[in-house]
């Protein structure tokens, strides 16, 4: 059903096509032509382009394959069971067993020392974790509405005279 739906959808289209060219082609000739003979001569060339376009399309077209689909009988398939899920569950038969030349998968993350200026994040670094009584200590006042952090300095007048350099040097 929908296969003839797009058929039709492409036809459509195609005389769409067809149709926009022998327009423009008969504005052509019709200002072209002279005085009398101008609605003449652009129905005419209206005409041949239009069926020129449309032969020209439906050659373009005839060379896809179309596809044919299989009907899907379900009569082919047994019925369904409610009894029969004790084949869809997994038992320690279905388990792989690793043979003995296979290694174990050890996944080991050893870095380096990191430089001071590297940019690699270490998310579990035991030197950078704080210790429970830290944790305990920041959990205890943020619930007692603790000392707000401090506010950070205000940058702005050093921001300031580090453009006013970057002018002046431009300059």
């Known amino acids: 059903m929908r296969g003839a739906i797009a058929l039709q959808a492409e036809g459509a289209v195609d005389a769409a096509a067809a149709s926009s060219l022998a327009a423009a082609l008969a504005f052509v000739a019709f200002r072209l032509a002279p005085g009398a003979f101008a609605p003449a001569s652009a129905a005419a060339v209206a005409a041949f382009a239009f069926v020129l376009c449309r032969k020209a399309l439906a050659r373009v077209g005839a060379g896809r394959e179309r596809y044919s689909v299989p009907v899907?009988?379900?009569?082919?398939?047994?019925?369904?069971?409610a009894g029969a899920l004790d084949e869809l569950l997994l038992t320690e038969a279905d388990r792989l067993q690793p043979d003995a030349n296979q290694d174990a998968l050890v996944l080991d993350d050893i870095l380096a020392d990191i430089a001071a200026d590297s940019r690699v994040v270490q998310l579990f670094d035991p030197t950078a974790m704080p210790t429970?009584?830290?944790?305990?200590?920041?959990?205890?006042?943020h619930l007692d509405g603790g000392t707000p952090r401090p506010a950070s300095p205000?940058?702005?007048e050093a921001l300031f005279a580090a453009l006013a350099d970057l002018r002046r040097s431009l300059r």
């Open 154 to 156: 205000d940058a702005s």
């Open 72 to 81: 899907f009988d379900i009569r082919d398939f047994e019925p369904f069971e």
């Open 132 to 141: 429970p009584g830290q944790l305990q200590a920041r959990v205890d006042r």
